[in-house]
């Protein structure tokens, strides 16, 4: 299963809503999972079956869509969120990432 | 708290043998499936090999398919990864990963004469 992501780079100011896209070349039902990317900090998971929040996700994170075609969407943007952001589906072997998402600020 | 400490990487030449351990702590390893994702430089992520919370299925990407062994022992909580004929294309960043979505930290790997 092909994830094709976009955009591959995001720049956003603080307080700002951004929304990252993923789409599957096939269903995948909602076996999609979304984690963030730090520098010198192990990845970590935000959201698994496309909109489940992980324990610890702050709520400005949502996830959204089932099928083909996801969302992450961060509401209220804080300095902390910018990151890369990878999605993951794990619907069926082999298991497949999104190519990633930088966010950086503006 | 889940910790996942990868060791063995370093630096080995194309075509020999370099073996990945993942040491795990925080949970109950024989409870849950774990796998190893991979990161080459300046690219993205891409899933290498996963193994049942008993060792008793594996699975693998092609690419790695008969020269990879994904492997376990639950008694000592520790991950492997068995890396044969290793070629340029292997070389990454490779990560322990444990289903419910926890990383460990990578451990790097470069296949260069």
């Known amino acids: ?106 | 708290e889940v910790q996942l400490v990868e060791s063995g990487g370093g630096l080995v030449q194309p075509g020999r043998s370099m073996k990945l351990s993942c040491a795990a702590s925080g949970f109950t390893f024989s409870n849950y499936g774990m796998a190893w994702v991979r990161q080459a430089p300046t690219k993205g992520l891409e899933w290498v090999a996963t193994i049942s919370y008993d060792g008793s299925s594996t699975y693998y990407r092609d690419s790695v398919k008969g020269r990879f062994t994904i492997s376990r022992d639950n008694a000592k909580s520790t991950l492997y990864l068995q890396m044969n004929s290793l070629r340029s294309e292997d070389t990454a960043t490779y990560y322990c990963t444990r289903d419910g979505g926890y990383w460990g930290q990578g451990v790097m790997v470069t296949v260069s004469s």
């Open chain 1, 1 to 106: 299963v092909q994830m094709t992501q976009s955009p591959s780079y995001l720049a956003a100011s603080p307080g700002e809503s951004v929304s990252i896209s993923c789409k599957a070349s096939k269903s995948i039902s909602n076996n999609l999972a979304w984690y963030q990317e730090k520098p010198g900090k192990a990845n970590k998971l935000l959201i698994h079956s496309g909109s489940t929040l992980q324990s610890g996700t702050p709520s400005r994170f949502s996830g959204s869509g089932s099928g083909t075609d996801f969302t992450l969407t961060i509401r209220s943007l804080e300095s902390e969120d910018f990151a890369v952001y990878y999605c993951q589906q794990y619907n069926e072997y082999p298991l497949t990432f999104g190519s990633g998402t930088k966010l950086e600020i503006k």
